[in-house]
């Protein structure tokens, strides 16, 4: 089995280079049971002591389990063989083999498991503690013991252990934000990012600054928080695989809210209308779901607008509603963060289920 992760380099610092890599394939399989044992009682003065072989041990079974410490699958990326232990064989004296130990495999929340001969979804592990059975281990074969009957007092037969499960398997990985940062490359998505939480993505002057999507925990006032996440820039195209929006347009599939970022700026001199309708038609090409999430609009670098005409002819031609901010000097940053902690909670509490005794809807 040969595997495919997806690779991409992130220049961190000079002389580094970090990994994102959210699609591998992996070949799994569960330990073996033992085998049962032949064996006859032998003792001084115990003659014709009878058949005493123990049974084999249980092959480990193959788990994965959603980990909050993990945010990649860097660790299939150089290890492509996955094996539980076998099941220990059967002794004399009646004694067992000892069942091999699980597989437990941690992976990253957001991590899709698919059969990959029958290109089959076995589980979305979308929450932390999450835990899926994917291999069965097999079980131990029976000792002549067992095999001892009135008519066959001395059998001299006993069973192999039966072998495990085993599955090739293709794993996916969708990042799991409250907030999914969009629009053209160089329209200042890592910046707000920046500014709005602790993460440190790239920030350069050239397109496609940012190589791998980065998550960042926006913390507000009273214990608030909730997670953005900064995807590359999307180009026209990118649904058919066009820049770098085809690989890491899935990652901002599980977000609830979408923040749209126009630059009233471009320095390619596009229209920034004209680059909202591409992004826009992007998205709905490559899912539905995508593009009817809830969407708000942002014209970022303001403080380059001191007049505000530039933000008034969008709004005209655009929407009204659209939020003026400037990412570089913070300006708004505030409101917007504050206005997406409201919008989350309501979908929230939209989305959770009515408590017993009360019909939706009744206080």
Known sequence: ??????????????????????????????????????????????????????????????????????DTLLDFAGRHHWRAQDGGHGQGKNMYGADGKDLVIPVPPGTLIYDEDFDLLLKDLSEVGMKVLVCRGGKGGRGNRAFATSTNQA????????????????????????????????????????????????????????????????????????????????????????????????????????????????????????????????LAAYSRTLADKEEIIVANKIDLDPDGTRLADLRARLRPDILPISAATGRGIKELTELLWHRIQALRAAERPPAPGRLPGQA
């Open 155 to 282: 059998p001299r037969e006993a069973e192999p252990g039966k072998p495990g499960q085993e599955r090739n398997l293709r794993l996916q990985l969708k990042l799991i934000a409250d907030i999914g940062l969009v629009g053209m490359p160089n329209a200042g998505k890592s910046t707000l990012l920046s500014r709005c939480s602790a993460a440190r993505p790239k920030i350069a002057s050239y397109p496609f600054t940012t190589l791998e999507p980065v998550l960042g925990i926006v913390e507000l006032s009273d214990f608030r928080r909730f997670v953005m996440a900064d995807i590359p820039g999307l180009i026209e195209g990118a649904s058919q695989g066009a820049g770098l929006g085809h690989d890491f347009l899935r990652h901002i599939e599980r977000t609830q809210i979408l923040v749209h970022i126009l630059d009233l700026m471009p320095t390619d001199d596009s229209d920034p209308v004209a680059n909202y309708h591409a992004i826009r038609n992007e």
């Open 1 to 70: 089995m040969v595997p495919i992760p997806t690779q991409r380099r992130n220049p961190v610092r000079a002389g580094a280079v970090a990994m994102f890599v959210d699609e591998a394939k992996i070949h799994v399989k569960a330990g073996d049971g033992g085998n049962g044992c032949i064996s006859f009682r032998r003792e001084k003065f115990i003659a014709r002591g009878g058949p005493d072989g123990g049974d084999g041990g249980h092959g480990g079974h193959v788990y994965f389990h959603a980990v909050p410490d993990k």
